[in-house]
DNA sequence: CTAATGACATTTG
DNA sequence: ACAAATGCCATTA
């Protein structure tokens, strides 16, 4: 396999401009997946180190989640981005939230 | 192929 | 709102 799954997720969160965040649900529609934890193991695998903004990934509900490194350090990275996150979730989450999907031009 | 795991999401009490 | 249970999907043993 050329491009497994995890690659895909790499490649999608590389889009993913400095001071935004995404959930792991979107990602996995993104991909035609509706499983947010096969994104969670893509990214705890995460071979592609800062290259790739693994820390710009959150849950659904504006949530930290968690991260391989400690999560901690992930609030850390995204505050320095401009991301702010309060009692481990992120500020304004939904006007920082991007989403893949196109939207359907109705 | 089956079973187990995991950086999630949704529903129910 | 929080905790527990169930569902969903990819990877690894």
Do not use: W
């Not at 193991?41 to 989640?65: E, F, S, T, W």
Request: with cysteine.
């Amino acid at each position: 396999m050329v491009s497994t799954f995890s690659e895909r997720c790499y490649d999608l969160l590389r889009k993913v401009p400095r001071g935004r965040v995404t959930t792991y649900g979107e990602i996995a529609l993104a991909l035609g997946s509706g499983g947010a934890r096969a994104v969670g193991q893509a990214m705890n695998k995460n071979p592609y180190a800062p290259q790739v903004p693994c820390h710009r990934v959150v849950l659904g509900d504006g949530k930290i989640g968690g991260f391989a490194s400690g999560v901690k350090r992930k609030i850390e990275m995204l505050r320095n981005e401009g991301v702010v996150v309060v009692d481990g979730k992120v500020v304004d989450f939904d006007n920082k939230f991007l989403g893949f999907r196109v939207p359907k031009t109705l």
